[in-house]
């Protein structure tokens, strides 16, 4: 409450000071209430709950880096599907910087070892960012901006530390023009979206805009290099992985002509509560 200078003349309050509400009156309660329910919320457990308060700095580079002692692997995979959007940019974002980070802190350690070192850093870091547009759009939006400074500053200062991005998307004209102007190497897959197509023409020299036309037509698994990694663009083959990843379309038509499925509605729950 604020005084407002005056006093009450009558009444029971008779020489009190009157006050009034300020603009922040009730506006703590609704904070306070908004915070109990974030954290109360089971999804942001990796980010409010007993884990995050336990796990060390040294334990989260290691998960990230692949260099936990329970298996040494040179991929990591982050499934970030299930992380409620309004802190996805912020999530992404901090991951980011601490790969950007460590890149920076690894090379000034091994210079300081050896001022004549010529290998900023000896184990590089690839990071690939599927859906690419949803955490690098093209759009100045505030959501947005968390993880599109921590990308987009990978994008133009991360190579000399040994950490470089792979950004994969179906909607090339949605990713950043700062992140594009920076990549050295496309692999464009089939495009039917004019505005698409426009982008992949203007990597190409004009001689070779006709190479645009064919993407349209381009069969599974066909795709258009272009970039340093070869000496003209070129139309190529990917080979299929093996095991193939689960990635193919579903057989709707077939599935829907088959007989009523029952599911459990008690799991689907119990696994969207956990």
């Excluded at 992380?83 to 992404?92: A, D, H, Q």
């Excluded at 690419?132 to 959501?143: D, I, R, T």
């Excluded at 009523?260 to 689907?268: E, G, P, Q, T």
Aim: with cysteine.
């Amino acid at each position: 409450m604020i005084d407002t200078g005056e006093t009450y003349v009558s009444g029971a309050k008779k020489g009190q000071a009157k006050l009034t509400q300020g603009s922040l009156f009730g506006k703590l309660t609704n904070f306070v209430n908004r915070l109990e329910s974030k954290i109360n919320d089971r999804r942001l457990d990796f980010f409010l709950g007993s884990r995050s308060k336990s796990i060390t700095f040294e334990q989260t580079l290691e998960i990230l880096l692949g260099y936990s002692t329970a298996s040494k692997s040179n991929v990591t995979v982050i499934d970030l599907s299930g992380v409620p959007f309004e802190v996805l940019s912020i999530t992404v974002s901090l991951i980011s910087r601490l790969i950007f980070e460590y890149g920076y802190i690894y090379k000034r350690l091994r210079c300081a070892k050896n001022s004549n070192e010529k290998i900023n850093n000896d184990v590089p870091i690839l990071l690939v960012y599927e859906e690419a547009h949803k955490y690098v759009p093209n759009s100045e939006l505030s959501k947005y901006r968390s993880s599109k400074t921590s990308i987009e500053r990978i994008a133009k200062e991360g190579r000399k530390y040994g950490v470089t991005l792979l950004l994969a998307s179906q909607r090339p004209s949605e990713i950043s023009e700062t992140i594009f102007s920076q990549c050295n190497n496309f692999i464009a897959m089939r495009l039917t979206n004019p505005v698409d197509q426009s982008y992949v023409k203007k990597l190409l020299p004009d001689s070779l805009g006709t190479l645009v036309e064919k993407m349209t037509s381009l069969r599974q698994g066909e795709a258009l290099l272009v970039g340093e990694s070869v000496v003209l663009p070129s139309i190529v083959q990917v080979d299929r992985c093996d095991p193939a990843p689960s990635s193919k379309d579903i057989p709707y038509w077939e599935l829907w002509k088959e007989e009523w499925k029952d599911m459990d509605i008690a799991a689907i729950k119990a696994e969207w509560y956990r």
